[in-house]
């Protein structure tokens, strides 16, 4: 079905002030709606190629699949089984060509369907959802939660959160896309409501832009999305643009029920 | 290897070598490190270790803990800190972050230049606390003492330039101030401390002023009509403000000025 009229999306992607290259990539698509960031490592261009070469297979595969799929289908199913068939596909990659051995790369998705949106990550890229209560009220979460080795110290209780603060590992991963045959995939499905802002984002702008500036900036510039973006990426750079940073906003504008099929349309009107 | 050289008045004392996960120091004998002098609480502080990064902790002491001459509770070591305690003072040297940042000075050139990934199947071992096999270690710690020496100092660095330049709320000597000068409100000042403020009616027409390191800058949100500035209209760019500039949206006129 398209959402073209559901949702608002717009991506913004700048190499920072210290990197020469950007190792990040996005792709978007309010058609299918689905939103797709990855945050790419390794030597030389192999981060480019590793998250490049994510983005464009998941994107395709995604389309293909929601397309073809049978109308039943669970839809975090669909997005976990994409996301490890693009892993295979990068993990053989990195294993045939000697100079993308060791790439790999994080990734966050979201694919909106039927008045949800569905999460899967994968490393320390993150979704944020800002959710508006009441008149003056919004609610601001960080829906994923990272795979990295800070996270896991902090969850174990070797660290508290004022030495995570301090931490200089801060960027360490423990899963990543393209490293080992098989993924780990955390899928989430939450409910998404008319109002609410979708932020995924590479680490150059959690690190560098704190939690509470990301809210003040969609709670003022929630209107003009786009603007919000550059402001964020803006934020990040004068902050010191350590890292590469990428945004994706999408705004919900309207629910969004899906098309029921024929069958189930059929059916409901027997029973009439 | 890292370790603590123990000095009082320049003179120097012992060495430890920091051989434990966590250490003590203090006036009771049981402690790793006892010095006995009244300045000095029976536990005074400790040096706990995780994953090759160290921080000391003041537990609690009568007289406190500093860590180059500022008091701390709690601070993650780097190589030529000093740790003051009483009259004492103890240098904390780490051979490896120092080895691996001249390192990687010398070669410049990083194998990663994004985080490296950690193989999951090293982390149980080092997150359990068993104490790593010399094999795993020679495999853990290159790949990331040298990145991990590089961004303890590029975070030094920047914390040094946040405290020194940047924070916006305070280092900036002046600070930005709308006042309305027409309608009800006239007169009314608004502070622009926040990074970012909007000015307007939400739905009919919108702008922000944003707080950067290097000015203000004043941008078009919502609506039809863009404001004006000395009387010339914005377009979708942000325009920076300049002392006592005026600003009209929404029929409000009000006037930008430097405090």
Redesign the interface.
């Known amino acids: 079905m398209d959402l073209r009229l559901a949702l608002e999306i717009v991506s913004l992607t700048d190499p920072g002030k210290v ?1 020469s ?1 950007n ?1 990040d990539s996005i792709t978007t698509d309010n058609q299918a709606g689905f939103a797709i960031l990855a ?5 030389y261009n192999a ?1 480019e190629v590793a998250s490049g070469i994510t983005v464009t297979l998941l994107a395709d595969g995604l389309k293909k699949a929601l397309h073809a799929r049978p109308p039943e289908q669970d839809q975090c199913l669909l997005v976990k089984s994409e996301i490890e068939k693009t892993n295979g596909a990068i993990y053989q990659t990195a294993q045939s060509q000697p100079q993308f051995s ?1 790439m ?1 790369t994080t990734l966050v998705c979201a694919l909106f369907h039927d008045n949800r949106v569905i999460v899967a990550h994968v490393g ?1 890229s993150r979704l944020y959802r800002y959710r508006q209560k009441g008149i003056e009220h919004a609610q601001f979460e960080q829906i994923t939660r990272d795979h990295s ?1 800070l996270q ?2 902090i969850d ?1 209780g ?2 508290s959160r ?2 995570a603060l ?11 896309l393209g ?2 045959p098989m993924v780990n995939v955390e899928v989430q499905e939450h409910d998404a409501l008319p109002g609410d802002i979708y932020l995924l984002c590479s ?1 150059g702008l959690n690190d560098m832009v704190d939690d509470e ?1 990301i809210l ?2 969609l709670s ?2 929630g ?2 999305i786009k ?1 919000a973006a550059q ?1 964020l990426v ?2 990040a750079n ?3 643009g ?1 890292d590469n940073v990428s945004v994706i906003l999408v705004r919900v504008l309207r629910h969004f029920p899906a098309r029921r099929g024929f069958f189930a349309w059929l059916s409901a009107w027997l029973k009439k | 290897m890292a370790k603590l050289i123990i000095t009082l008045d320049g003179l120097l004392l012992s060495e430890f070598e920091i051989d434990k996960e966590r250490i003590t120091i203090g006036r009771n004998p049981h402690n790793n490190i006892p010095i006995d002098n009244l300045a000095i609480s029976g536990e005074h502080a400790a040096i706990t270790t995780v994953n090759n990064e160290f921080f000391v902790e003041d537990l609690g002491s009568t007289n406190g803990t500093l860590v180059n001459e500022q008091p701390i509770t709690k601070h993650a070591l780097h190589h030529g800190d000093e740790i003051e305690i009483g009259k004492y003072r103890l240098k904390y040297v780490n051979v490896q972050e120092l080895g691996s940042k001249i390192e990687a000075h010398e070669t410049g050139a990083q194998v990663f230049e994004k985080p490296p990934f950690l193989h999951p199947n090293q982390i149980p071992t080092m997150l359990s606390g068993e104490i790593p096999t010399s094999d795993m270690m020679a495999h853990t710690i290159p790949l990331i003492m040298p990145e991990e020496a590089q961004r303890a100092e590029t975070a030094r660095r920047a914390k040094i330039a946040t405290e020194t330049d940047l924070p916006p709320s305070e280092a900036m000597e002046s600070h930005g101030v709308v006042q309305i000068l027409n309608g009800p409100n006239a007169s009314k000042e608004l502070a622009l401390t926040k990074t970012l403020t909007s000015l307007g009616k939400p739905g009919v027409q919108v702008a922000v002023i944003t707080r950067r390191p290097h000015g203000y800058f004043l941008t078009h949100v919502q609506g039809d009509h863009y404001p004006t500035v000395n009387g010339q209209d914005l377009d979708a760019h942000p325009r920076q403000l300049e002392d006592h500039d005026v600003i009209e949206l929404a029929g409000v006129k009000m006037e930008f000025y430097l405090k």
Not at chain 1, 166 to 176: D, E, I, Q, Y
């Open positions: 990197r290259q190792e945050d790419g490592m390794g030597g981060g060791g790999g320390d080795l896991e110290q174990s070797m660290l004022e030495e301090l931490s200089s590992n801060k960027n360490l991963v423990t899963r990543a490293v080992d680490d500036k003040l900036t003022v510039l209107t003009n603007l402001q803006q934020m004068d902050n010191g350590r």
